[in-house]
């Protein structure tokens, strides 16, 4: 199993000398008295606490790397030659089972659903950099692609305009105004905005001031995520702003208000402070009547968003999630993808995504099989980002998973379309961009989709970076139906656990889906002994 260096990463800028390595230090065989570096020891030497994270920092998105003994590469898809699911009364022959009519639409909820024009939505786009300054393109192109967008935690905790009433709440967020405002303007009746709550978040006040002032449907409580077990972290950049956020009840390392550190920052040495969210608790009495404050509120929906933790906080989020009728847990898990968490926690925490979403199926079949009427929706997330991607998640938690999260996957063509705005202005295309033509109109091809969708006047005020999240959920969505058509199933809900095959034992044993050896052996060997005809209806 080739794992990786954990003392050297270009995620933190960092390498090492030597060609041989230490695999489990990370260290160079050969360690040189007089070495200029530039292994992590190397810069932690100067650096200390700034190497545990990602660089440079705020304006990056990472994944971690390590290879794990199973991933979603060791399942394959089943594909077959006779048969149809999904396309009603319908006789499928070659002329009406043909993949551009596959419908990708999916639900999730209890009873009041959401749509959605394909089964993915984002991460939690929260207090970070990245998503407020990429905010438009996010929204705006989920919007217009028909997903859900998730506001995640602290928008209004860190928003420089927050404005407070007497009894420490929020009483005028701008931020948190402007990300709502976006999405639904562009809304076109599939997919929703909705918040996500930490302690902080709940502290201030952030549901009732959503859905006071937005008339918001749904909000999300948040256990953890797959990328690290601690809360939300930031950095900041000036001791003023550090100081701020200590007094709004954050967590500031270091300490803005000591003298040492003060002195620290203002002779250059500290160059920036890191804002944490405190650690989440949970027990079944409170979050059970957390979710009842919520819907008393007048939340339509609540959505749990859970991370890599132990298999009891799993069966925790389960069992807890279904008796309270959540309308969808979003299953989180290791490695996630962020720039924003400590590199060693990412690396070496929590539960990776195929091992976590597994043993979500096992428990949610097992409390059926104990007499429990109806599981809540999953969707499973941790480092998914192609239609294949979807389609093996969707099967593997058949029938609860009702969809993927996706989070750099989702952010990356935002971001991209942002930077050709910019080459596009400048006229400094790169060559792999000016290889499609000299214009948005040539170098987009869902451009005239988009500018359909709003108008030809409209089409102006959209960002690039709101083209580009269109247009890779576009490649999402005609890979997908591709990959349906291939296994006949003509709509999402067809997808079964019947249309994956493992290629391991290994995988086999962890996912219990059948090794390839044994998948659809009985239906061979039963088309090897008949002496009729054989069909499938």
């Known amino acids: 199993m080739n ?16 060609k041989n390595v230490v695999p489990q230090s990370g260290l160079c065989s050969r360690c040189l008295d007089g070495c200029t570096g530039n292994c992590e020891i190397f810069k932690a030497t100067f650096r200390g606490r700034e190497v545990i994270y990602p660089s440079p920092y705020g304006e990056i998105t990472a994944g971690g790397d390590k290879d794990y003994p199973i991933d979603y ?5 089943q594909g077959y030659a006779l048969g149809t699911r999904g396309l009603g009364i319908v006789q499928g022959n070659p002329d009406t089972a043909i993949f551009p009519i596959v419908n990708t639409e999916t ?38 692609a028909g997903i859900t967008i998730v506001c995640g935690e602290n928008v209004c905790g860190i928003d420089p305009g927050l404005e407070l ?21 562009y809304r076109r009746g599939f997919g929703e905005i909705l918040v996500q709550m930490n302690v902080e978040d709940m502290r201030l006040g952030v549901a009732e001031y959503v859905i006071k002032k937005h008339n918001l449907d ?47 920052f203002k002779s250059g040495a500290i160059k920036e402070f890191e804002r944490h969210s405190r650690l989440g608790f949970i027990d079944q009495e409170t979050f059970l009547s957390e979710v009842q404050r919520l819907r008393d509120l007048g939340f339509q929906r609540i959505t749990l968003k859970t991370g890599a933790y132990s298999l009891r906080e799993l069966a925790m989020a389960i069992k807890w999630g279904t008796q309270a009728k959540l309308d969808l847990l979003t299953i989180d898990g290791a490695l996630g993808g962020t720039g924003m968490s400590p590199w060693r926690m990412m690396q070496e925490w929590g539960i990776p995504s195929i091992y976590l979403h597994s043993f979500a199926a096992e428990f949610a079949n097992y409390l059926l099989g104990k007499g429990e009427s109806h599981i809540c929706d999953f969707a499973f997330a941790g480092g998914l980002s192609t239609e294949d991607h979807i389609f093996k998640a969707i099967a593997l938690g058949s029938p609860h998973t009702k969809a993927v999260c996706m989070g750099r996957a989702l952010m990356i063509p935002g971001m991209v379309g942002k930077n050709f705005e910019k080459w596009y202005k400048d006229k400094k295309l790169p060559p792999t961009v000016s290889k499609f033509g000299s214009t948005p109109e040539e170098i987009f091809t869902c451009y005239e989709q988009v500018k359909m969708l709003v108008g030809n006047e409209e089409i102006k005020n959209i960002p690039f970076g709101a083209i580009g999240i269109y ?32 290629l391991t034992k290994e995988c086999s044993e962890i996912t219990g889906v059948e090794y390839i050896k044994d998948a659809y052996r009985k239906e061979a060997m039963e088309v090897l002994d008949s002496m009729a005809s054989y069909s499938i209806i």
């Open 3 to 18: 794992l990786q260096r954990p003392n050297a990463d270009d995620v933190t800028q960092t390498s090492n000398r030597s």
């Open 471 to 502: 247009s890779f959920c576009d490649k999402l969505k005609v890979g997908l139906k591709q990959l349906m058509a291939g296994a006949r199933c003509f709509r999402v809900h067809a997808i079964t656990r019947k249309e994956l095959m493992s």
């Open 107 to 144: 639900a999730y909820g209890w009873n009041k659903k959401v749509r959605m024009k394909l089964p993915v939505f984002t991460g939690a786009l929260g207090s970070t950099e990245i998503a407020r300054r990429n905010w438009d393109s996010f929204a705006i192109g989920a919007a217009l």
């Open 73 to 77: 590469s060791h399942l394959n898809i």
């Open 218 to 264: 749904t909000i999300e409580l948040k256990w953890g995520q797959g990328a690290k077990c601690i809360g939300g972290e930031i950095k900041v950049e000036t001791l003023e702003r550090a100081l701020e956020l200590q007094r709004r009840g954050y967590i500031v390392t270091p300490d803005p208000s000591l003298e040492v550190n003060k002195k620290a």
């Open 165 to 185: 009433s007497d009894d420490n709440k929020i009483a005028r967020s701008p931020e948190m105004d402007r990300r709502i405002e976006v999405y639904k303007r």
